[in-house]
């Protein structure tokens, strides 16, 4: 049972939109504007995409954006190619008790 | 160019304990902001996070599993290594090592490590 809450699965067209939910709590996703999004292909480390609720590191595409509202964090894909298909991981800081937490994962299918 | 790396046994008996090393190279452990955690995937589960060397040498654990876990590190070779006790089928997982950067992000990640746990 992860710490925060993530729908086990999205999809879209490629060229749609696809939006994927964070939900935590007030100790960690509500907390704090900490929260992480990484991307995970089979057999591959994990790449972070979003950082601080919805900065983009270099190199990633200005497809991928993040917001927060309350202690709900959401990861939208837009413009959607074949490549975006991939597991995908919120985290959020969880204060002094607990670094950091994950999410149960995404699975995003690219139709 | 920052890299990180894990290494150790890809096979351990339950109640052993494990021994994981992450070496890496681009980076200092002693910058302020910076640090090195580990975090493991169990096959077809989530990513968990496992402990976190700050660059204070202060080091914090996953609640769940502080009393099997010990972080330490090795300035003079880049390493940062993780002892897991008393192991059990339950810990199969790929163990991977990443940067930790400002605002609790991990923004390098090693290529990570299957340990399988099996007598």
């Known amino acids: 049972q992860s710490a925060l809450t993530q729908p086990p699965s999205a999809s879209g067209s490629p060229g749609q939109s696809v939006t994927i939910s964070c939900t935590g709590t007030s100790s960690n996703v509500g907390g704090y504007n900490y929260v992480s999004w990484y991307q995970k292909h089979p057999g591959k480390a994990p790449k972070l995409i979003i950082y601080e609720v919805s900065k983009r590191p270099s190199g990633v595409p200005d497809r991928f954006s993040g917001s927060k509202s309350g202690n709900t964090a959401s990861l939208t894909v837009s413009g959607l190619q074949a490549e975006d298909e991939a597991d995908y991981y919120c985290?959020?800081?969880?204060?002094?008790?607990?670094?950091?937490?994950f999410g149960g994962g995404t699975k995003l299918t690219v139709l | 160019q920052i890299t990180l790396k894990e290494s150790g046994p890809t096979l351990v008996k339950p109640t052993q304990t494990l021994t994981l090393t992450c070496t890496f190279s681009g980076f200092s452990v002693t910058t302020s902001g910076l640090g090195v955690g580990w975090i493991r995937q169990p096959p077809g589960k989530a990513l968990e996070w496992l402990a976190l060397?700050?660059?204070?040498?202060?080091?914090s654990y996953s609640p769940s599993l502080k009393n099997r876990l010990t972080i330490t590190k090795d300035t003079s070779k880049n390493q940062v290594v993780l002892t897991m006790t008393n192991m059990d089928p339950v810990d199969t997982a790929t163990y991977y090592c990443?940067?930790?950067?400002?605002?609790?992000?991990?923004?390098?990640w090693g290529q990570g490590t299957l340990v399988t746990v099996s007598s």
């Open positions: 985290s959020s800081h969880a204060g002094s008790n607990s670094f950091v937490v």
């Open positions: 990443a940067r930790k950067n400002v605002a609790a992000r991990f923004d390098y």
């Open positions: 060397l700050y660059w204070d040498d202060d080091k």
